[in-house]
């Protein structure tokens, strides 16, 4: 989703703001733009497409000056467009957005009678020319972007230059993240660290309805009334070499390989002999969970996917009640809260829109604790959750979720057995016996990733097809809708998931030999349900393959392939299974010639609703 770089410094800021955009590629953009001041003249220039050819254009034409924003947009008002392209002029001011801002319409109606002319459809335009407005009576910058933020509805992180005072940068935030960066002699901000790792590690997060002014040595942050607001400096653990595709040809691929490494991270320091060290999972204590009832999933996309796994792990270990919804419905519905409810969001970014407003939401219906299980230390999630428990899977690029969604399992695992326990549902040796097998994931993801070549040809048989489908039963059915949902959104193949009971319900009669079947068969006690499954699919001609482990009467012929793969124990399948769909979904993207990591239309973050 869109980006924001900006910059305050006593050097020249393109690269650094260029630079910065490229670092914010992965979140899906359709244009981008840049605008520096220098000797009271504006330099703006806009592309459409890619970073690179804004970069080009910055070369050509030259862009210099101290002060800069920069940005890269994904279209909700208006088609992508370089009219349309962020940053937006209005006279002496120039801004950039990220959100959306609800009411514009109004506005636009109201600044229209007022002699206001607009050069693009977009909603951040009529905000520019709603602060330009009131500056025109007020005549103090400040006061005029806050009372235009009390004015808009909806959600925004934004970043403001005047021509007639190139000496400060303006930023605000409400529902759309926003960083400062703190250097030395110069400071910046953007929409996610990863963008200023070349610059700076020591960050300030701007909380909702937090306005900043930046000078090159000043960062002052106030609410929408002007009141001052002290902030801690936040020193980042990544590192600047986080987002390099290394030997890799996309970083898909080199997330997908990242996961042994990746799950490791996720248990350090976690496990201590055959207990979870609680400590890890700040703040909680043994008796937190002791009478908890019922708990509630929420997130979206592949979160949601990890989430529906969870529900699994959680009844069997905890006998707790568990519901699983996509948070973008959760937030509509009148959930009934019962007492000692937990409400857990699962989130790679922290940031996405939906995630965060049913939290937001559960925190008013009465739930007893909020957990999020998330990637990115500092997000919004984490920040507003009384619990996290941190995946650490490493900055994930690729848009589609890979290494990030096998360590929201493990996390979700690890946490069933920390309630289990407490709840007193989960004997010692069963706590044993899965802390032995959860000691044993990295290897066992290196041996699932050794399937890469054949996978690879397997793909090959995916050329020209444009339609799939993905069979699971039980806690493998999540894994088949996330397999569906890994080769859609990259091959840009039409791919579902179903359960594989299901399929005579309706499903089955897509089948025919066109429609290769996916069939995810690990080693388990739903195998001969699966198989009877399998045998009403091949009597209807489709081309089946089928991932599957241990023995079964499943044989190689002319309608099926058999990929088989290594023995594992079954609280790790829905982890370890996951690793093949996703080189099957990375190889029929490069088949295809897709853009893998940023797949077309789609967005890393999803800050909007
Ligand atoms: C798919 C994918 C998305 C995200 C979804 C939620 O590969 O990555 O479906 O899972 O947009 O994002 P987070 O996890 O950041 O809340």
């Excluded at 650094?16 to 220039?45: K, M, V």
């Excluded at 060290?277 to 009832?293: C, M, P, Q, R, Y």
């Excluded at 699971?472 to 397999?483: D, Q, S, T, V």
Aim: hydrophobic residues 40%; contains cysteine; proline residues 3%.
């Amino acid at each position: 989703m869109c980006g924001i770089v900006g910059a305050v410094a006593q050097r020249n800021v393109s690269q650094i703001l260029l630079e910065g955009l490229s670092r914010l590629e992965y979140r899906g953009y359709d244009s981008a733009g840049i605008c520096t001041l220098d000797n009271g003249e504006c330099h703006l220039i806009k592309t459409l497409g890619k970073v690179n050819k804004l970069k080009e254009a910055v070369k050509e034409e030259g862009c210099p000056g101290f002060i800069g924003i920069a940005h890269t947009r994904w279209a909700t008002h208006g088609v992508p467009s370089t009219a349309n392209a962020h940053p937006h002029v209005c006279d002496n001011l120039i801004m950039v957005h990220n959100g959306i801002i609800e009411n514009f319409a109004s506005l636009k109606e109201d600044l229209i009678t007022k002699g206001y002319n607009f050069k693009s459809q977009t909603d951040t335009e009529v905000l520019l020319c709603l602060i330009h407005s009131l500056l025109k009576t007020s005549g103090n910058l400040m006061s005029a972007f806050r009372t235009a933020l009390k004015e808009v509805k909806g959600s925004f992180g934004l970043a403001l230059m005047d021509k007639n005072d190139p000496e400060r940068l303006l930023v605000a935030r409400c529902g759309s993240p926003l960083i400062i960066g703190l250097g030395i002699g110069e400071n910046f901000v953007a929409s996610d660290t990863l963008a200023l790792l070349p610059v700076t590690r020591r960050f300030i997060y701007l909380e909702e309805n937090e306005l900043a002014v930046l000078t090159t040595d000043t960062i002052e942050v106030t609410d929408l009334d002007g009141h001052k607001v002290e902030k801690n400096i936040v020193e980042s653990d990544l590192d600047a070499e986080s987002i390099s595709k290394g030997k890799y040809r996309h970083f898909m691929q080199k997330e997908i390989f990242e996961q042994p490494l990746s799950l490791q991270n996720t248990l350090l320091g976690r496990l201590d002999n055959d207990e979870i060290a609680l400590e890890t999972v700040v703040g909680i204590n043994s008796d937190t969970f002791k009478k908890l009832d019922n708990i509630q999933i929420v997130a979206c996309g592949t979160s949601y996917h990890a989430g529906l796994v969870g529900r699994y792990w959680f009844e069997e270990l905890t006998h707790v009640t568990t519901n699983v919804e996509i948070a973008s419905e959760y937030r509509y519905r009148k959930a009934v809260v019962k007492p000692n409810s937990l409400f857990i969001t699962i989130s790679q970014s922290g940031e996405t829109a939906d995630t965060l407003a049913s939290l937001r939401i559960a925190k008013e219906q009465g739930y007893e604790h909020s957990i999020c299980i998330c990637n990115v230390n500092g997000s919004s999630l984490v920040r507003e959750s009384d619990f996290t428990i941190f995946t650490k899977a490493g900055a994930e690029i690729g848009v589609a979720s890979t290494k990030a969604f096998t360590t929201q399992l493990l996390s979700l695992l690890l946490l069933a057995l920390i309630i289990g326990k407490q709840k007193g549902c989960v004997a010692q040796a069963q706590q044993q016996n899965i802390i032995e097998a959860i000691r044993k994931l990295p290897a066992l993801c290196e041996e699932f990733l050794a399937c890469d070549k054949n996978i690879q040809s397997l793909a090959e048989k995916f050329s020209g097809k444009r339609h799939c489908l993905f069979l699971g039963r039980g806690i493998m059915y999540p894994i088949a809708l996330e397999g569906a949902l890994k080769l859609k959104e990259i091959s840009y193949i039409h791919a579902e998931g179903y359960a594989a009971g299901e399929l005579k319900h309706g499903p089955i009669a897509l089948i025919d030999k066109e429609m290769p079947v996916v069939v995810v068969a690990p080693d388990n006690a739903l195998m001969d349900k699966l198989i009877s499954n399998v045998e009403e699919v091949r009597a209807r001609g489709a081309l089946i393959y089928i991932f599957k482990s241990g023995e079964s009467d499943i044989k190689n012929d002319s309608q099926s392939k058999i990929i088989n793969l290594p023995d594992c124990p079954e609280v790790l399948q829905p982890i370890l299974f996951t690793i093949p769909l996703q080189l099957l979904a990375y190889h029929c993207a490069v088949i295809n010639g897709t853009d893998v990591d940023q797949p077309r239309n789609l967005a890393k973050s999803v800050t909007v609703e």
